[in-house]
């Protein structure tokens, strides 16, 4: 089975550049790589996707490499309001279905002032 | 609005009582899903479907089960109710061309006594 690994926390400061990475050795050939906010008691919602090299948005950046074993959520000039848990999806390649979709653990991002 | 409606939203029912949470989307996707959500956990996965009559299971589909009988509901049904199964559950969908952009729900929390 895919499994993805996150670090389980983070700390930064207001106005800091934060970089969240992602592990997920078994990533199937046609997935994508997607990134979801959540904060307390409500749903995930989707932040930023992509498939290889590196994809930008409004709100974050998110850099695979060539391998795509990893990837890299970066979350420029972070405020308080960007304190919540992070997840990184991935499609689970094993007997070839990528339907079963599994979440990582997450990564609290929690920012102080 | 594109929306994943869950129903109820809180519930406190007690062991063995069936009971059935629904789950609608409004935007034609042919996935859907259902997670828990326990802390320490993060998101696992309950059921999934890929279409109208097509469902699989995910990594804890032990003592739910589900239908999918038109496309935009998935009721999730627990039986017979066991107090490791007070969580928090989302419902969601994705058009399988987006990749795995993922719709959730408000979430349902459930507690079984």
């Known amino acids: 089975l895919a499994k993805t690994t996150q670090p389980i926390s983070m700390d930064s400061y207001e106005g800091q550049e934060v970089n969240i990475t992602c592990s997920h050795n078994?990533?199937?050939?046609?997935?994508?790589i997607t990134w979801y906010q959540q904060f307390p008691s409500q749903g995930p919602r989707f932040i930023i996707q992509g498939y290889k090299t590196k994809v930008t948005n409004e709100v974050a950046s998110l850099f695979i490499p060539a391998d795509r074993k990893s990837s890299t959520l970066s979350l420029p000039r972070v405020s308080l309001s960007d304190t919540a848990v992070y997840y990184c999806?991935?499609?689970?390649?094993?007997?070839?279905?990528?339907?079963?979709?599994?979440f990582g653990t997450g990564t609290l991002l929690a920012v102080q002032p | 609005e594109a929306q994943v409606t869950q129903n109820p939203r809180y519930l406190i029912t007690v062991t063995g009582k069936k009971l059935t949470v629904t789950c609608s989307q409004n935007?034609?996707?042919?996935?859907m899903s259902w997670y828990r959500q326990d802390p320490g956990l993060g998101l696992r996965q309950i059921y999934y479907?890929?279409?109208?009559?097509?469902?699989d299971k995910g990594d804890v589909p032990e003592g739910y089960k589900v239908s999918r009988k038109e496309k935009r509901n998935f009721p999730l049904i627990l039986e017979s109710p066991s107090p490791n199964q007070t969580s928090l559950y989302f419902c969601?969908?994705?058009?399988?061309?987006?990749?795995?952009?993922?719709?959730f729900g408000e979430g349902s929390w459930l507690t079984v006594v």
């Open positions: 999806l991935v499609g689970d390649n094993y007997g070839g279905a990528t339907n079963k979709l599994i």
């Open positions: 969601a969908s994705r058009q399988v061309s987006s990749g795995n952009t993922i719709y």
């Open positions: 935007m034609n996707h042919e996935y």
């Open positions: 078994n990533i199937a050939t046609n997935d994508y």
């Open positions: 479907s890929m279409n109208v009559e097509v469902t």
